[in-house]
């Protein structure tokens, strides 16, 4: 079965870092794209961050860029979200995704984790 583990959500105040983890298992993690969502409340999904496990192409939300660091390692099939300099329009839950190509489009990620719920308090 596929499975995406998101973790590493949690309080924080601004100003401060997170790390969050992505780990996968039941596909061909070098083969897929690995994208990082958020959701507050009231809002649509958005694309923050994603990595090609393949070429390590990026991609990064203009709101992200400066602030957040994705990177991948293919041997533990592990895909982190450094986030630092954290306001409090981060807060929110956070998914992470397995799609075929790195994009900012939710509809093009064809395996969803469970969220990790991040809140950053002023």
């Known amino acids: 079965d596929v499975q995406l583990q998101a973790s590493g959500g949690g309080l924080v105040q601004a100003g401060g870092s997170l790390r969050l983890s992505c780990a996968a298992s039941g596909f061909t993690f070098d083969d897929y794209a690995i994208g990082w969502f958020r959701q507050a409340p009231g809002k649509e999904r958005e694309g923050v961050s994603c990595i090609g496990n393949s070429d390590g192409r990026t991609y990064y939300a203009d709101s992200a860029k400066g602030r957040f660091t994705i990177s991948s390692d293919n041997a533990k099939n592990t895909v982190y979200l450094q986030m630092n300099s954290l306001k409090p329009e981060d807060t929110a839950v956070y998914y992470c995704?397995?799609?075929?190509?790195?994009?900012?489009?939710?509809?093009?990620?064809?395996?969803w984790g469970q969220g990790t719920q991040v809140t950053v308090s002023s």
């Open positions: 995704a397995a799609g075929g190509v790195v994009a900012a489009d939710p509809d093009e990620y064809d395996y």
